[in-house]
């Protein structure tokens, strides 16, 4: 149903458009966080972005995302050369959990849009014309040529989009033609493609990453050293779903032969949360890898039971100890991507440096609606914890990695403190308790 907040137009291709007359309202309620975000020039209403892939394959359903009121949408990959895409059916498998049934992976072997370039340049101006405060960003992929990255950009510009997202990453697509991940895995092409994007972009660009790599950080390096505004990651994992056990043909099934393909969903983020993580503490700082700086060596680790995190400990990125290493891009943006459907989930990202959260698997399973479900549980998240903003907790957990060597030390001491605590022996001054006081006087004598 269409609110007293929109009216109807159409356009040639037959798709309705709900045109917003109050558009982009802000996801803050009475009582709730404010989930807006200042990225890159870019107002978004919230930090959830519909990622590249079908979700956003044509006018009719990035409209249907902007009516649901996600915070931006990147539209499927495109290129010149529509006419050399051809998909297959069928051209997913889905993992499912044994007793729920529940899907927790997804493989695709799908490529980007087949559709022609002119009619998705005629699309996204009159996406643009109908949500004009909405954010929409292409997501492009070609050749190794200067001439063809310089087109798409500037054609795409000329029609409003709003950002760029670069395509180093489709795992299965178009490899014979050093394109998607054939390109991302190699940095000097990276810095290559991306220096021929600044040359003539004049708006923001993002670089979308490959996990199929063994260190993400050398081509997101890469881009942002030669001029891109930020990184997304992860792309799809490359993965073979399984072998039917009937025909003992490997899944997704065309015609009896199948290719390894892109492996999405929520099983993925686990190594999703790693890669970001790497991401984040190569461009923020942070302490993987580090030793535990001092200041922060001497608190006791919050416990859900006992000692919950407590809001005067809060430490974004902005405020990180000062014994925590620098990153290097401190200003660059990071957006995350893989296996996001809940508002915790987006959470965790944003707490490892992320700005913004894209899903795409997501929207498949539970359909666009799925914004208003995500922005209610990450504001109660945020009201429980005190934060008033995305800004005042991002990054805080990157301050909390560091090494085997850092766990088992602070472990030893650790249990020193507690041995020490329970015989009453005040071994640092910090222990004393006011309850306790005449207790641990008592134990500090020798003679009695």
């Not at 007793?99 to 005629?122: M, Q």
């Not at 072998?243 to 099983?267: F, N, W």
Request: glycine content about 8%.
């Amino acid at each position: 149903m269409i609110g007293i907040d929109k009216c109807l137009d159409m356009d040639p291709y037959g798709y309705t458009f709900a045109i917003p007359l109050f558009p982009n309202a802000s996801w803050r309620l009475d009582g709730m966080a404010d989930l807006s975000i200042e990225i890159d020039g870019l107002h978004l209403a919230n930090p959830f972005v519909v990622g590249s892939g079908p979700p956003g394959t044509n006018a009719n359903v990035i409209s249907k995302a902007f009516k649901e009121g996600w915070g931006g949408v990147i539209a499927k990959t495109i290129s010149l050369e529509a006419d050399k895409i051809r998909n297959v059916a069928p051209r997913y498998a889905r993992m499912r959990a044994s007793e729920s049934r529940e899907v927790i992976g997804w493989e695709n072997i799908e490529l980007i849009s087949d559709r022609p370039f002119e009619t998705w340049l005629d699309e996204f101006k009159r996406i643009k014309d109908a949500w004009p405060e909405s954010v929409l960003i292409a997501s492009i992929m070609e050749e190794f040529r200067k001439d063809a990255w310089h087109e798409i950009v500037e054609r795409c510009q000329e029609v409003g989009v709003d950002a760029f997202e670069l395509n180093f990453s489709c795992p299965h697509g178009l490899p014979e033609r050093k394109m998607g991940s054939a390109m991302g895995q190699d940095a000097s092409l990276v810095t290559q493609v991306c220096e021929w994007v600044a040359e003539v972009s004049v708006i923001p660009v993002w670089a979308k990453m490959t996990p199929n790599i063994t260190h993400i950080e050398e081509p997101a390096r890469a881009a942002l050293e030669a001029g891109c505004d930020g990184v997304s990651a992860i792309n799809t994992i490359l993965s073979v779903m399984g072998v039917d056990l009937d025909t003992l043909r490997p899944q997704p099934d065309v015609e009896g032969y199948t290719i390894s393909g892109g492996y999405s969903g929520k099983a993925t983020r686990p190594i999703a949360l790693r890669m970001v993580m790497e991401l984040a503490t190569m461009m923020y700082g942070g302490n993987s890898g580090g030793s535990i700086p001092s200041n922060l060596d001497v608190l006791l680790a919050p416990n859900s039971k006992t000692r919950p995190f407590e809001r005067s400990q809060s430490m974004s990125i902005a405020r990180f100890d000062p014994g925590t290493p620098i990153g290097s891009f401190p200003n660059a943006s990071l957006s995350a991507i893989g296996g996001v459907e809940s508002g915790e989930d987006a959470a965790q990202y944003l707490l490892l440096g992320a700005s913004t959260v894209q899903v795409c698997t997501g929207v498949m399973i539970h359909g666009y609606g799925l914004i208003e479900t995500m922005c209610e549980e990450l504001s109660r998240f945020m009201d429980r914890h005190g934060f008033e903003t995305i800004e005042e907790f991002r990054g805080h957990s990157l301050q909390y990695f560091t090494t085997h060597a850092e766990l088992v030390r602070r472990q030893a001491a650790m249990k020193n403190i507690l041995k020490a605590s329970r015989s009453n022996m005040v071994t640092e001054d910090r222990i004393w308790d006011g309850d306790k006081f005449v207790e641990q006087s008592h134990g500090l004598v020798a003679n009695d």
